[in-house]
């Protein structure tokens, strides 16, 4: 079983900065591919990042590419998300999922963290 605690997330303005990180506990993550899904009010969760085990691989939706950064660090069991030039659209609840093997672009993920909001304005 692996648990998820991701945090960073907050209000920000239009052109801003936040980084969320994400800590794994339970089992170590060095042979699980990572994942940030958003999702907004009134919509359905979106894949944003992904990241294989190795960190050798990533993987951006459009919306996101040249903004966004995701990273891991494999001693520390933690995934970041580092989103630069965030716009009010970006503007969701952020989670971060682990599914074990290759790395997925998509939701379908086995493990899920409660999320944190990010919230940006314009």
């Known amino acids: 079983q692996v648990h998820l605690v991701e945090s960073g997330g907050g209000l920000v303005q239009a052109g801003g900065s936040l980084r969320l990180s994400c800590v794994a506990s339970?089992?170590?993550?060095?042979?699980?591919?990572m994942g940030w899904i958003r999702q907004a009010p009134g919509k359905e969760r979106e894949f944003v990042a992904a990241?294989?085990?190795?960190?050798?691989?990533?993987y951006y939706t459009d919306s996101v590419k040249g903004r966004f950064t995701i990273s891991r660090d494999i001693a520390k069991n933690t995934v970041y998300l580092q989103m630069n030039n965030l716009k009010p659209e970006d503007t969701a609840v952020y989670y971060c999922?682990?599914?074990?093997?290759?790395?997925?672009?998509?939701?379908?993920?086995?493990?899920w963290g409660q999320g944190t909001q990010v919230t940006v304005s314009s």
């Open positions: 999922a682990a599914r074990p093997g290759g790395l997925l672009v998509g939701v379908n993920y086995d493990y």
């Open positions: 339970g089992r170590t993550l060095s042979s699980y591919a």
């Open positions: 990241i294989s085990w190795s960190g050798g691989y990533t």
